[in-house]
């Protein structure tokens, strides 16, 4: 038999709502693959997420909406292969979960059934109240996603900073209590004045995972390439870079490149010398 979860030392929806009554932070991360998780899981990540962003990062995309199911569930099956100790959230793409809610919740399940995540996150305020609602229903733990949900990125005419002023911050506080009553476990702010996400962490009892919302979420989450640096697209002021991988990416590969045009790779160390027995020439 393989290695069972350690239920004992798994990160779950439990774990995440007692660090936030305990003040205690929660650090999340994307990931799309089993290495990366590995890496992710040994330095004590919280929770992963299999986001939609793997459209742009891995996929090439020019945005979130092209990405489908399957997408996801191919880079969430090679995530949960991992069996990191981190909660696994898988991210339900653009039109999965907006025409009906027997869609939502069939295609929630598939992200459990077929890609093992543990929890699923979805974009939107209180229209998507009787979705979540039913997915919960299902045993299904769902993340909410207010402010810059990317899935909107035409309805907002660009990626904007969003709940500027009075009324649209009214709204998006509201949605905030919305989705909490509705059974979000907690839920994601993205592109957000930190005063507003301050005001939503403080009025609801489920941790906030803050994306360009300021320090006063309960934790906070960054694409993984972005951090890493490893990024085509200029990136928002919100991504704090804490290498550049891609840049050393390249510098190897270059390296590797003169080496072989030059014949100084593969020297004597990376190659075999004929044994006994062994016919020459093989
Ligand atoms: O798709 C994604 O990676 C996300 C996070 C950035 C929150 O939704």
Known sequence: ?????????????????????????????????????RLLDGAGIDLI???????????????TLPVTMEEIIHHLKAVSRAKPRAMIVGDLPFMSYQASVEDAVRNAGRLVKEG????????????FVPVIEAIVEASIPVVGHLGLTPQSLYQFG??????????????LFQDALSLEKAGC???VLEGIPWTLARRISEAVSIPTIGIGAGVHCD????????????HEMELPRFVK??????????????????????????GPGHSYSAGNGEKKGK
């Open 1 to 37: 038999m393989g290695d069972l979860i350690d239920m004992k030392k798994k990160v779950t929806r439990i774990t995440l709502q007692r660090m936030k009554a305990k003040g205690e932070r929660i650090a999340a991360l994307t990931s799309y693959d089993y290495l990366s998780t």
């Open 49 to 63: 997420l299999v986001g939609d962003s793997l459209g742009m990062v891995i996929m090439g995309y020019e945005n």
């Open 116 to 127: 093992g995540a543990e929890g699923v996150k979805l974009e939107g305020g209180k229209r």
């Open 158 to 171: 660009g990626y904007r900073v969003q709940g500027k002023d009075d009324e649209s911050a009214g709204i």
């Open 185 to 187: 476990f907690s839920m």
């Open 219 to 230: 934790g906070q989450i960054l694409v993984l390439n972005d951090m890493l640096g490893i």
């Open 241 to 266: 870079k804490y290498d550049e991988i891609g840049e050393r990416i390249t510098k190897a590969v270059s390296a590797y490149i003169s080496d072989v045009k030059e014949g100084s790779f593969p």
